[in-house]
């Protein structure tokens, strides 16, 4: 089992609606969740981060949280065509190691 | 956020030829840096996390000798690959984490090294 598990994709949606995007993990002891945008041929760039179960907002986007089912989500609302990107999970167990998923390409259609 | 300055962006080199790749935190210190490697439509794999002022800890499968780290200063970590060949061709990324306990990584611009 991977630690940490996404969708590849690609997840098309129109532009203005919600996407919804899925990460799960193996690790119960997981402490911090990280959703990277990257664009292709590009470095990850952090827009969300959460450390306890719920739901935290951000602009346009929420993270979401559920430890018990391991589970944390990121959804971006009024999705635009600069949405279209890889969106890499990733989860940090202890202070020095943060572990990535494979990413969910996201494709918005004007 | 952090600013992290990464150079060179590209790099062609000749197979068996050295590559210095140098990591900067521009506004902040960082006493960790991380060395990633990608290759296409894969993830970030981790290749070793580099501490100021001592040896860098190298993930299982990553040659140590081959991905020299040095991390001299809180502000500067570099990565050199040595001996380069055709299948070290990939995107590093390096990271860093801001000192003081925050987890949240911010990156360089990656390197793309191509060996011919």
């Known amino acids: 089992q991977k630690e940490v598990e996404q969708n590849s994709g690609p997840l098309s949606v129109p532009e203005g609606a919600i996407a919804s995007l899925n990460c799960t993990y193996s690790?119960?002891?997981?402490?911090?969740f990280f959703w990277y945008r990257q664009y292709s041929g590009k470095s990850p760039e952090l827009i969300m981060f959460?450390?306890?179960?719920g739901d935290k907002e951000d602009g346009r986007f929420t993270a979401q949280l559920n430890k018990a089912s391991q589970y944390v989500s990121l959804l971006i609302r009024d999705s635009q065509p600069s949405d279209s990107a890889t969106y890499l999970c990733a989860v940090s167990v202890s202070y020095q190691k943060v572990t990535f998923g494979t990413g969910t390409k996201l494709q918005v259609i004007p | 956020g952090a600013v992290v300055s990464q150079h060179p962006s590209r790099v062609i080199c000749k197979s068996g030829t050295s590559v210095k790749i140098e990591c900067r935190s521009l506004d902040f210190q960082a006493t960790t840096m991380f060395w990633y490697r990608q290759f296409p439509k894969q993830s970030l794999m981790l290749m070793a996390t580099s501490n100021e002022g001592s040896k860098a800890t190298y993930e299982q499968g990553v040659e140590k000798d081959k991905f020299l780290i040095n991390h001299a200063s809180l502000t500067l970590s570099t990565l050199t690959v040595t001996s380069a060949h055709p299948e070290d061709s990939s995107f590093y990324i390096c990271?860093?984490?801001?000192?003081?306990?925050?987890?949240?990584?911010?990156f360089g611009s990656g390197t793309q090294l191509s060996v011919l």
């Open positions: 690790d119960r002891g997981s402490q911090s």
């Open positions: 990271s860093a984490r801001l000192s003081g306990g925050n987890e949240k990584l911010f």
């Open positions: 959460i450390y306890s179960n």
